[in-house]
């Protein structure tokens, strides 16, 4: 897609073609303002290419209208980087409300729900608050929250970025694991190439817009590093 700045068309994205297959984790990465947000954004229906097609198990959804859109984001775990949790839910109210939007029957969400914080280690904290959660723990119950609805394909845009090293393996841990699990394509924005380089199975490396690397961890030199991070210190 492309967007105005002032008088200028800035291109977002330009000549993407990638395929990804089922419980391949894939990690994105490449300097802020590369274009990895809106590459999640344009899979998930959030933001809309001027050309080309975003193929959804087969199904462009491209022009789509909001209503098919949002039947479509069912399918689609979405994990955010500032976790989106609301305040006045607790963790348990949280990964239980996009059930309770879709109609689900208490019974079913309460099995759902303790079933999932179970999954990501919560499952003393299910009636704590936001406030009364670390910053990994809101991380869990974002991961949880995205799983509700048993998702086919699971997005996470800068996960671990504002959790400590210890914390961020084991975030990766789960995602990798519900991937492998479920046999679900997980596509993770990552600021940390090394994590990166130890969870998935393809790394995309990304410069201007461009996908400038495709390929696995070990295929991805130094040389590779520059390209994608022109120069910039890629530790950072």
């Keep these: 897609p492309s967007r105005k700045k ?8 330009s000549d993407i073609n990638l395929t990804v297959a089922p419980g391949e984790i894939i990690g994105i990465i490449g300097y802020s303002g590369a274009g990895k947000s809106t590459l999640v954004r344009m899979i998930n229906g959030l933001d809309t290419p001027t050309s080309g097609e975003v193929l959804l198990d087969g199904t462009n959804i491209v022009g789509m209208k909001e209503k098919e859109l949002r039947a479509v984001r069912r399918n ?31 019974d079913e969400r309460d099995e759902r729900v303790a ?17 009364q959660l670390s910053g990994g723990q809101k991380q869990r119950v974002g991961i949880a929250r995205a799983l509700m609805q048993r998702p086919e394909i699971l997005l996470a845009d800068e996960p671990t970025s504002s959790l400590d ?27 940390d190439v090394n994590l990166a380089r130890r969870y998935a199975d393809r790394i995309i490396g990304m410069n201007g817009g461009k996908v400038v690397f495709d390929g696995a961890p070990d295929a991805l030199t130094d040389a590779d590093l520059n390209t994608i991070y022109g120069g910039k210190d890629w530790l950072q």
């Design 6 to 13: 002032g008088a200028e068309n800035v291109v977002a994205l």
């Design 76 to 106: 689609i775990g979405m994990i955010f980087q500032q976790f989106n949790l609301m305040n006045s839910r607790t963790a348990a109210g949280n990964i239980d409300y996009p059930l309770k939007l879709a109609g689900i029957p208490k």
């Design 115 to 131: 079933e999932l914080l179970d999954f990501v280690g919560l499952s003393d904290r299910g009636n704590n608050y936001p406030e």
């Design 165 to 191: 090293p210890k914390t961020s393996v084991e975030i990766m841990e789960l995602l990798k694991s519900q991937g492998i699990d479920n046999q679900i394509p997980v596509l993770v924005n990552i600021h």
